[in-house]
């Protein structure tokens, strides 16, 4: 294992852990609107993970996942501040 792969895994398990943190915050969070950033904050850091663990194994398919998995926390994201803005998401 060079560097670069050694490197690319310590940035994989940083982002776990601090997942964990934004995971907290979740779970304590004072305001429906903290919870939803640290919701929005976890999808983000569970795509560069995917993003990561592609480079590691060298398969471009988890490349797409990622893109998936980020549009699909994104559209969460803005229909849960809607419902919360004004009650409704229609």
């Known amino acids: 294992m060079n560097l670069v792969d050694l490197a690319v895994v310590a940035a994989a398990g940083t982002l776990a852990l601090l997942t964990f943190a934004s995971l907290y915050r979740a779970y304590v969070g004072p305001s429906a609107a903290d919870r939803v950033v640290s919701i929005n904050v976890i999808t983000t850091k569970v795509t560069m993970i995917i993003v990561l663990l592609a480079v590691i194994t ?4 988890f490349v797409d996942v990622a893109l998936i998995y980020a549009m ?19």
């Open 72 to 90: 699909m926390g994104f559209i969460a994201t803005v229909g849960v501040a809607k419902y919360i803005d004004r009650g409704e998401l229609g």
């Open 58 to 61: 060298g398969q471009q398919v």
